[in-house]
């Protein structure tokens, strides 16, 4: 792992993506990420993979299968349950050079480690006036998944988006995971990489261009994943696909939504969020976080603050509901949000309905 490796640039410039119409084949997001990893790791011999169960078991979602075979357990370290320690050996290889991809099993035992992620990986690079750069990816999924209780359904993005000196990214599709992945792992900076369990196995078209060694996608840029013209939809991860279910809905009954797929949660993309709320007037945010000091939030201040102006009618926030994740199936739905919850809102916004205050 330690011997030299050639230059290679993170990522293309921004102007070489474009929208890939011509898929070619499906891929499933477990199969995008696996590929990632694959690609990388055979480019890059100081990119190792370490976290419980990554090696001989596959990983607890078979992300890094097949990885063990082909790089030995030198680059696939099974390590024990200790995230504490494993985190901070990663954090540590990072700081000489290493490119470590650290996984938890789930990033609500990231917790254990919160302290090696923010105050070592996140602060170092400032505190050491650009001495030390620190390239490592901390991964896992991220957010519900179902019947997992309180303890194990929290969303951390708002959590780890709150930290200068992290890059927050989470993936919804197939080419979102794959293209995110490769430029997080080449990133010289700390990269919070935020899975979805419920995402693993579903498939979606890609192109040639997205299947290619080369492939990554730039951090910090979002992706309009459905063009409108009355009502704004930003969501991440899992909400994606509820916010393009619901613009389907929506259109049937005239309502034209544009749907704005994050994919970076820090640095965000204010950019493309405020140009689309200046065209459509009105917005809407999806997350599956709770509510206060969320993702929305942030994003709800950001268009206040850019594009106050254009703004027809009040935000709209979906989010999670603010208490801990009921066990009960048919509470835990009522927990997270719907895709009929945000039909309700862009309809709300756009005052094809009664307002929540008149219902009161």
């Not at 370490?50 to 370290?77: F, N």
């Not at 509820?242 to 034209?256: R, T």
Request: charged share 20%; glycine share 8%.
């Amino acid at each position: 792992m330690l011997r030299a490796i050639r230059h290679k640039s993170i990522c293309p410039a921004f102007g070489a993506f474009r929208a890939f119409a011509s898929a070619a084949k499906e891929m499933t997001v477990r199969e995008a990420l696996n590929s990632a990893l694959d690609e990388e790791m055979s480019a890059d011999p100081k990119v190792f993979l370490m976290g419980e169960e990554v090696g001989e078991y596959q990983g607890a979602y078979k992300i890094s299968k097949g990885l063990l075979d082909k790089y030995g357990p030198e680059r696939v370290l099974d390590t024990p349950i200790t995230e504490a320690g494993f985190a901070g050996i990663g954090v540590g290889a990072a700081y000489y050079g290493l490119r470590p991809v650290v996984e938890f099993m789930t990033f609500n035992f990231s917790m254990q480690a919160i302290d090696h992620i923010i105050n070592s990986a996140a602060k170092s690079n400032y505190m050491s006036a650009g001495q030390i750069s620190v390239p490592i990816v901390f991964r896992g999924p991220n957010g519900a998944a179902a019947g997992v209780g309180a303890q194990h359904s929290q969303c951390y993005a708002a959590w780890y988006a709150s930290c200068p000196g992290l890059k927050v990214l989470a993936p919804y599709s197939s080419e979102d995971a794959r293209g995110l992945l490769k430029a997080a792992i080449r990133d010289p900076d700390p990269v919070v990489f935020l899975e979805n369990e419920l995402l693993y196995g579903e498939s979606f078209p890609v192109s040639a261009e997205v299947l290619d060694s080369s492939f990554c996608l730039p951090i910090g840029k979002a992706k309009i994943e459905r063009e409108g013209k009355d009502v704004t939809i930003t969501a991440y991860s899992k909400m994606v696909g509820y916010a393009l279910k619901a613009a389907e809905i929506l259109a049937k009954e005239g309502v034209s939504a544009e749907v704005i797929n994050l994919r970076s949660i820090r640095p965000l993309d204010r950019t493309t969020i405020n140009a689309s709320v200046r065209k459509t007037n009105r917005l809407v945010t999806v997350e599956e976080g709770f509510p206060q000091h969320g993702v929305g939030a942030e994003i709800c201040t950001s268009v206040v603050e850019e594009s106050f102006g254009y703004l027809d009618a009040p935000v709209e926030r979906i989010a999670g509901a603010d208490v801990p994740m009921p066990y009960a199936a048919n509470l835990e739905r009522m927990a997270v949000p719907q895709v009929e919850d945000i039909v309700r809102a862009a309809k709300r916004a756009c005052h094809r309905s009664v307002p929540l205050a008149a219902t009161a």
